[in-house]
């Protein structure tokens, strides 16, 4: 079983940052590619950034130049350090990962954590 574990949500007001963390767990051969999501309440569930095994990266419009995904120093976590943040930023933000494990191909979700941006 492969298990993703997020960190780091909280309340913070405009224009201060945030660091959310995620690692990833169990019986896990290689990770393709780890990423962010995020969901507001009424809206649709949206990529926020995603880093691959070599390291490429790429993020949603509103984000760019604000947040910054990463790589941890311990094996399969990432980070995503965000700047500047907006009260349109508030959401759950989902940890999501493709993974290779015993069981093949696997696509797997974190429980969220919820980012709020409010004065």
């Known amino acids: 079983q492969v298990q993703l574990v997020e960190s780091g949500g909280g309340l913070v007001q405009p224009g201060e940052p945030l660091r959310l963390s995620c690692a990833a767990s169990?019986?896990?051969?290689?990770?393709?590619?780890m990423g962010w999501f995020r969901q507001a309440p009424g809206k649709q569930r949206e990529l926020v950034a995603r880093?691959?095994?070599?390291?490429?990266?790429n993020y949603a419009d509103s984000v760019k130049r604000r947040f910054t995904i990463s790589k941890g120093n311990a094996k399969n976590t990432v980070h995503l350090q965000m700047n500047s943040l907006k009260p349109e930023d508030t959401a759950v933000y989902y940890c999501?990962?493709?993974?290779?494990?015993?069981?093949?191909?696997?696509?797997?979700w974190g429980q969220g954590t919820l980012v709020t941006v409010s004065s």
């Open positions: 999501n990962a493709a993974v290779i494990s015993e069981r093949g191909r696997l696509e797997v």
């Open positions: 169990g019986r896990i051969f290689s990770i393709n590619a």
């Open positions: 880093i691959t095994s070599p390291g490429s990266t």
